[in-house]
Antibody
Framework: EVQLLESGGGLVQPGGSLRLSCTAS????????MSWVRQAPGKGLEWVSG????????YYADSVRGRFTLSRDNSKNTLYLQMNSLRAEDTARYYC??????????????WGQGTLVSVSS | QSALTQPASVSGSPGQSITISCTGT?????????VSWYQQHPGKAPKLIIS???GRPSGVPDRFSGSKSGNSASLTISGLQAEDEADYYC??????????FGGGTKLTVL
Protein backbone atom coordinates (compact mmCIF):
# COMPACT_ATOMS: atom_id res chain seq x y z
CA GLU A 1 0.00 0.00 0.00
CA VAL A 2 1.31 3.41 -0.97
CA GLN A 3 1.64 5.65 2.09
CA LEU A 4 2.93 9.13 2.78
CA LEU A 5 3.49 10.28 6.34
CA GLU A 6 4.27 13.92 7.08
CA SER A 7 5.91 15.17 10.25
CA GLY A 8 7.66 18.23 11.65
CA GLY A 9 4.79 20.67 11.93
CA GLY A 10 4.22 22.83 14.96
CA LEU A 11 4.02 26.34 16.37
CA VAL A 12 6.79 28.75 15.39
CA GLN A 13 7.27 32.49 15.81
CA PRO A 14 7.32 34.83 12.81
CA GLY A 15 10.77 34.87 11.27
CA GLY A 16 11.49 31.39 12.56
CA SER A 17 12.30 28.15 10.76
CA LEU A 18 10.81 24.68 10.55
CA ARG A 19 11.68 21.53 8.60
CA LEU A 20 8.90 19.26 7.40
CA SER A 21 9.50 15.64 6.45
CA CYS A 22 7.48 13.22 4.37
CA THR A 23 8.33 9.53 4.61
CA ALA A 24 7.12 7.36 1.76
CA SER A 25 6.46 3.63 1.60
CA UNK A 26 4.91 1.12 -0.75
CA UNK A 27 6.53 2.34 -3.97
CA UNK A 28 9.93 3.07 -5.51
CA UNK A 29 10.38 6.58 -4.15
CA UNK A 30 13.13 7.66 -6.54
CA UNK A 31 10.90 6.98 -9.56
CA UNK A 32 8.43 9.70 -8.63
CA UNK A 33 8.42 13.45 -8.49
CA MET A 34 6.93 14.82 -5.27
CA SER A 35 5.25 18.04 -4.18
CA TRP A 36 4.07 19.92 -1.12
CA VAL A 37 0.63 21.52 -1.15
CA ARG A 38 -0.73 23.63 1.69
CA GLN A 39 -4.17 24.63 2.88
CA ALA A 40 -4.70 27.55 5.22
CA PRO A 41 -7.54 27.11 7.75
CA GLY A 42 -10.86 27.31 5.93
CA LYS A 43 -9.17 28.12 2.63
CA GLY A 44 -8.35 26.39 -0.64
CA LEU A 45 -5.35 24.42 -1.83
CA GLU A 46 -2.09 26.14 -2.74
CA TRP A 47 0.79 24.34 -4.45
CA VAL A 48 4.04 25.17 -2.65
CA SER A 49 6.94 23.29 -4.22
CA GLY A 50 7.85 20.27 -6.32
CA UNK A 51 10.92 18.15 -6.97
CA UNK A 52 11.87 15.63 -9.63
CA UNK A 53 12.48 11.99 -8.80
CA UNK A 54 16.25 12.38 -8.93
CA UNK A 55 16.13 15.59 -6.92
CA UNK A 56 18.01 17.55 -9.57
CA UNK A 57 15.08 19.82 -10.42
CA UNK A 58 13.06 21.85 -7.96
CA TYR A 59 10.15 24.22 -8.46
CA TYR A 60 8.60 26.82 -6.16
CA ALA A 61 5.55 29.02 -5.91
CA ASP A 62 6.34 32.73 -5.95
CA SER A 63 4.98 33.03 -2.40
CA VAL A 64 7.75 30.83 -0.97
CA ARG A 65 10.64 31.14 -3.42
CA GLY A 66 13.77 32.24 -1.61
CA ARG A 67 12.41 31.20 1.79
CA PHE A 68 11.62 27.52 1.36
CA THR A 69 13.96 24.78 0.11
CA LEU A 70 12.76 21.40 -1.09
CA SER A 71 15.03 18.37 -1.09
CA ARG A 72 14.86 14.60 -0.94
CA ASP A 73 16.93 11.67 0.27
CA ASN A 74 16.05 8.73 -1.94
CA SER A 75 18.08 6.36 0.23
CA LYS A 76 15.72 7.18 3.11
CA ASN A 77 12.54 7.51 1.03
CA THR A 78 12.08 10.93 2.56
CA LEU A 79 11.13 14.36 1.26
CA TYR A 80 12.11 17.50 3.16
CA LEU A 81 10.78 21.05 3.13
CA GLN A 82 13.02 23.55 4.91
CA MET A 83 10.97 26.63 5.72
CA ASN A 84 12.78 29.81 6.76
CA SER A 85 11.65 33.38 7.45
CA LEU A 86 8.18 32.10 8.26
CA ARG A 87 5.25 34.49 8.14
CA ALA A 88 1.76 34.40 9.59
CA GLU A 89 0.41 33.71 6.10
CA ASP A 90 2.39 30.45 5.99
CA THR A 91 0.05 29.03 8.62
CA ALA A 92 -1.57 25.99 7.03
CA ARG A 93 -1.80 22.25 6.87
CA TYR A 94 1.00 21.04 4.64
CA TYR A 95 0.33 17.98 2.51
CA CYS A 96 2.94 15.82 0.82
CA UNK A 97 1.78 14.35 -2.49
CA UNK A 98 3.19 11.95 -5.07
CA UNK A 99 3.32 13.17 -8.66
CA UNK A 100 2.66 11.23 -11.83
CA UNK A 101 5.62 8.83 -12.14
CA UNK A 102 8.80 10.81 -12.79
CA UNK A 103 7.06 13.78 -14.40
CA UNK A 104 6.65 16.83 -12.22
CA UNK A 105 3.55 18.92 -11.62
CA UNK A 106 1.02 16.85 -13.54
CA UNK A 107 -1.30 15.27 -10.98
CA UNK A 108 -1.02 14.19 -7.37
CA UNK A 109 -1.97 10.79 -6.06
CA UNK A 110 -1.92 9.89 -3.26
CA TRP A 111 -1.71 12.59 -0.63
CA GLY A 112 -0.57 12.28 2.96
CA GLN A 113 -2.77 13.35 5.85
CA GLY A 114 -0.81 16.55 6.33
CA THR A 115 1.05 18.28 9.13
CA LEU A 116 -0.07 21.54 10.69
CA VAL A 117 2.19 24.59 10.74
CA SER A 118 1.19 27.60 12.84
CA VAL A 119 3.17 30.83 12.67
CA SER A 120 2.31 33.12 15.55
CA SER A 121 3.92 35.13 18.31
CA GLN B 1 0.32 32.68 -10.54
CA SER B 2 -3.30 33.69 -10.20
CA ALA B 3 -5.60 30.94 -9.05
CA LEU B 4 -7.88 29.30 -11.55
CA THR B 5 -11.48 30.52 -11.31
CA GLN B 6 -14.17 28.19 -9.97
CA PRO B 7 -17.68 28.93 -8.72
CA ALA B 8 -17.75 29.12 -4.94
CA SER B 9 -20.67 26.73 -4.69
CA VAL B 10 -22.96 24.49 -6.70
CA SER B 11 -25.84 22.30 -5.63
CA GLY B 12 -28.01 19.54 -6.98
CA SER B 13 -30.49 16.90 -5.93
CA PRO B 14 -29.72 13.19 -5.77
CA GLY B 15 -29.75 11.65 -9.23
CA GLN B 16 -29.21 14.94 -11.01
CA SER B 17 -26.10 16.05 -12.88
CA ILE B 18 -23.96 19.05 -12.03
CA THR B 19 -21.02 20.70 -13.76
CA ILE B 20 -18.23 22.67 -12.12
CA SER B 21 -16.28 25.04 -14.32
CA CYS B 22 -12.63 25.98 -14.03
CA THR B 23 -11.33 28.95 -15.98
CA GLY B 24 -7.68 29.71 -16.57
CA THR B 25 -5.58 31.34 -19.24
CA UNK B 26 -3.58 30.51 -22.34
CA UNK B 27 -0.59 29.98 -20.05
CA UNK B 28 -2.10 27.15 -18.07
CA UNK B 29 -5.31 25.33 -19.00
CA UNK B 30 -5.20 26.55 -22.59
CA UNK B 31 -1.62 25.45 -23.14
CA UNK B 32 -1.51 21.97 -21.64
CA UNK B 33 -3.67 18.91 -21.18
CA UNK B 34 -2.58 18.72 -17.56
CA VAL B 35 -5.84 19.64 -15.84
CA SER B 36 -6.72 17.56 -12.82
CA TRP B 37 -9.59 17.51 -10.36
CA TYR B 38 -9.58 16.68 -6.66
CA GLN B 39 -12.33 15.88 -4.18
CA GLN B 40 -11.93 16.82 -0.53
CA HIS B 41 -14.29 15.82 2.23
CA PRO B 42 -14.17 17.82 5.50
CA GLY B 43 -11.14 16.99 7.58
CA LYS B 44 -9.72 14.69 4.92
CA ALA B 45 -6.86 14.90 2.45
CA PRO B 46 -7.70 15.69 -1.18
CA LYS B 47 -8.29 12.74 -3.50
CA LEU B 48 -7.53 12.68 -7.22
CA ILE B 49 -10.69 12.04 -9.25
CA ILE B 50 -9.74 13.24 -12.74
CA SER B 51 -6.25 13.32 -14.27
CA UNK B 52 -5.03 15.00 -17.45
CA UNK B 53 -8.38 16.52 -18.42
CA UNK B 54 -10.50 13.37 -18.60
CA GLY B 55 -8.59 10.43 -17.16
CA ARG B 56 -10.29 8.55 -14.36
CA PRO B 57 -8.03 6.84 -11.81
CA SER B 58 -8.81 3.32 -10.77
CA GLY B 59 -11.66 3.19 -8.29
CA VAL B 60 -13.26 6.49 -9.28
CA PRO B 61 -16.86 5.94 -10.41
CA ASP B 62 -17.65 6.67 -14.04
CA ARG B 63 -20.21 9.19 -12.79
CA PHE B 64 -17.26 11.58 -12.68
CA SER B 65 -16.05 12.98 -16.01
CA GLY B 66 -13.84 15.82 -17.17
CA SER B 67 -13.42 17.91 -20.28
CA LYS B 68 -11.61 20.95 -21.59
CA SER B 69 -12.26 23.64 -24.16
CA GLY B 70 -9.87 26.49 -24.77
CA ASN B 71 -8.85 28.07 -21.49
CA SER B 72 -11.56 26.35 -19.46
CA ALA B 73 -12.14 22.91 -18.04
CA SER B 74 -15.18 21.25 -16.51
CA LEU B 75 -16.00 18.48 -14.07
CA THR B 76 -19.35 16.78 -14.46
CA ILE B 77 -20.89 14.53 -11.84
CA SER B 78 -23.88 12.57 -13.05
CA GLY B 79 -26.31 10.60 -10.91
CA LEU B 80 -25.46 12.76 -7.91
CA GLN B 81 -25.17 10.89 -4.61
CA ALA B 82 -25.12 12.11 -1.02
CA GLU B 83 -21.47 11.08 -0.61
CA ASP B 84 -20.49 13.41 -3.46
CA GLU B 85 -21.03 16.36 -1.14
CA ALA B 86 -17.51 17.77 -0.77
CA ASP B 87 -15.16 20.49 -1.96
CA TYR B 88 -13.77 20.15 -5.48
CA TYR B 89 -10.58 21.70 -6.81
CA CYS B 90 -9.17 21.91 -10.31
CA UNK B 91 -5.46 22.31 -11.04
CA UNK B 92 -3.25 22.93 -14.03
CA UNK B 93 0.40 22.92 -14.96
CA UNK B 94 1.57 26.39 -16.04
CA UNK B 95 4.08 27.78 -18.51
CA UNK B 96 6.07 29.11 -15.55
CA UNK B 97 6.71 25.48 -14.57
CA UNK B 98 4.49 25.75 -11.54
CA UNK B 99 1.11 24.31 -10.67
CA UNK B 100 -1.97 26.37 -9.91
CA PHE B 101 -5.19 25.33 -8.18
CA GLY B 102 -8.65 26.74 -8.49
CA GLY B 103 -10.24 28.42 -5.49
CA GLY B 104 -12.45 25.43 -4.85
CA THR B 105 -16.15 24.70 -5.23
CA LYS B 106 -18.40 23.48 -2.44
CA LEU B 107 -20.90 20.94 -3.73
CA THR B 108 -24.10 20.58 -1.74
CA VAL B 109 -26.39 17.63 -2.38
CA LEU B 110 -29.87 18.81 -1.53
Amino acid sequence: EVQLLESGGGLVQPGGSLRLSCTASGFTFSNYAMSWVRQAPGKGLEWVSGISGSGTSTYYADSVRGRFTLSRDNSKNTLYLQMNSLRAEDTARYYCARDKHDTSLVWFDPWGQGTLVSVSS
Amino acid sequence: QSALTQPASVSGSPGQSITISCTGTSSDIGAYNYVSWYQQHPGKAPKLIISEVSGRPSGVPDRFSGSKSGNSASLTISGLQAEDEADYYCSSFTSSVTLVFGGGTKLTVL
